[in-house]
């Protein structure tokens, strides 16, 4: 039943998804903005069809491909069932629940029957067309049941209704409360479609009926807002507070690793109302923390009803449509207020709460058991998704592959085989359990496009894409049977060009600085030609030109990655100098980079020197800070140890 409703909860992310485009033309539209009023009409005109709309989404995503046939069928499946009920009872009034049946029922019957065969006679009608004739046939059944027996239920929920919108603090602490307590679930989609979309109704001046506390705010009604206006302190001032409390918090070695995620999603919570990349970077971490996080919630709903404040939105609860609804809204500035003292408030029971406790938050997590993850989400989609397949155990162990908001949702075949540790190393925020066999993986906003670039080759086969190198597997051109020395002597590495040597603990980013990818350490080059630190070959020159392997004289690998987060720039501003298999010698140049173009379009120029092989072995930096290019005496590898000294 819990997968179930986070397939609905799921498949009302695509049709939620227009409604900052009708809240924007709604808003436009009126008298104090452009008063154009068709503009207005034109946002009304999706406001005010969204069973139909939800109908159509809903059946795509309950659909196994998301063909345009279950749109199709969802669509003509509510038209059947609503002008069925009406001519039963037009007091009957389903809302948006007639479009999420429909939606629902197309969807799994397009499942069934989407490829259905007919003798030759009937073939015309079989496979996909068969759909939206099945769900017509279902829906004129449900339409007469509906007819007659939704009239208790409305009922009900026009009760519940009345109780939650006339429920005073009570009323939007509860539901405040809730809409994030079930957030980890994904039900709070379905929640929200009840309370913005369906509850409550207001006759405009025009003597349209609207639905919903969004249609209804939007439209001017002016008991609507108050189960919207609470969260605008929470998104734009109590969680990017909450994301400072973490920063501080974490160990000082740790947060210049973490505090460009922090600000990254605590700005994106400032600006858009999208929470979910900071709830999940602490939800799974340190639990007590969310429950405090929910009730604060609550505290911010009540808050803002209590100062009588009315304020809507159209997507989030952020920037954007805090200044786009402002001259509709009622004693707005005051949320500006409330949200100053619930930013305090975050922060201090956060902060409180983390030292007090030891909560592992991100930076703060034991280095034994840390499992690391890039904070920065690559832009190489199609990298990304090829190891994340690798990590969830191959396509063949994908049952079934959704998304969400900012989730990955999947059926596994056997989720013992998913490696929870590589999911977060390649940037996942999160993994949750579901059931036996239901998994959510966490990834943040670019997750529609990964998920993509998943379905993309587990179509097309599971293959490392093209300029795609996986650094963490040894260079290719490796003699297996060889064994390397694992000692490097002082005399045996220079400086590579003019720059600060840094200990790899300093590195700003949590694979490199946690030496999950080898020992080693890093420099910060200060002129734009890496010459060869070492005697032997070049194992590979990285397509995107910004790593070389290299392969001493002894057998040890090293990896130069030159900056970071550099393979999304697609070899721009670098220039290799060397070639595969080519031998080199201490002063041999290797790559040149333009340093002003990758300091404008990559996080850092840091370059991480990395061991690959070098189990075992310890790595100790003898000199710090600048050094010259040529000079040695740096460092050196001695057999035994464990990694960096």
Known sequence: ???????????????????????????????????????????NGILGNLALIFAIGIAMGFAKDGNGAAALAGAIGYLVLDGGIEAINKDVDMGVFAGVIAGVIAGMLYNKYNDVK?????????GKRFVPIITSAVMVVLSFVFGYVWVYPQAVLDSTANWILNGGELGVGVYGVLNRLLIPVGLHHV????????????????GEVVRGEINR????????????????????????????????????????????????????????????????SFMFLSPLLYVVHSLLTGVSMILAFVFDVRHGFGFSAGLIDYLLNYNIAQNPFTLILIGLFMGAIYFVIFYFLIVKLDLKTPGRE???????????????????????????????????????????RLEMRDREKVDEKELKRQGARGVMKLGKRNLQVIVGTSVEFVADAMKKQMEHGHHVPEGVQDEKVPPVEQ???????????????????NGNVLPLSEVPDEVFAQGMMGPGFAIDPSEETFHSPV???????????????LELENGLEMLIHVGLDTVKLDGDGFEALVESGQKVEQGTPLLRVDLDFVKANAPSVVTPFIFTNAEGATVELLKKGYLEKGQKGVMRVEEGGKGNE
Request: net charge negative.
């Open 479 to 497: 003699e297996t049977e060889k064994v390397p020395s694992r000692k490097v002597k002082e005399e045996d590495f220079q400086m590579p060009l």
């Open 191 to 206: 929640m929200n479609a009840l309370i913005w979309f369906d509850f409550g109704t207001f006759t405009t001046e025009a």
């Open 535 to 549: 005697n032997g070959k070049v194992l590979q020159v990285f397509p995107t030109k910004h790593a070389i392997g």
């Open 1 to 43: 039943m819990l997968s179930f409703l986070q397939r609905i909860g799921k498949s009302l992310m695509f049709p939620i998804a227009t409604l900052p485009a009708a809240a924007l033309l709604v808003r436009l539209g009126m008298e104090d903005m452009l008063d154009i009023p068709f503009i207005t009409a034109a946002g």
């Open 366 to 408: 034991d280095e034994e058991i840390e499992e690391g993850s890039t904070e920065t989400e690559s832009s190489d989609y199609d990298a990304k998704a090829y190891h994340y397949l690798y990590a969830l155990g191959g396509p063949e162990n994908i049952e079934t592959l959704d998304y969400c908001t900012t989730r990955l």
């Open 118 to 126: 007919f003798p030759d006679f009937l073939s015309f009608f079989g």
């Open 217 to 280: 705010f939007l439209n001017g009604d002016p008991s609507a807002g108050y189960f919207l206006a609470g969260f605008f302190p929470v998104m734009m001032f109590g969680l990017p507070a909450a994301c400072l409390a973490m920063y501080a918090a974490a160990k000082k070695e740790r947060k210049a690793a973490v505090g460009g995620m922090f600000l990254s999603i605590g700005l994106t919570s400032f600006i858009t109302g999208v929470t979910e990349p900071i709830e999940f």
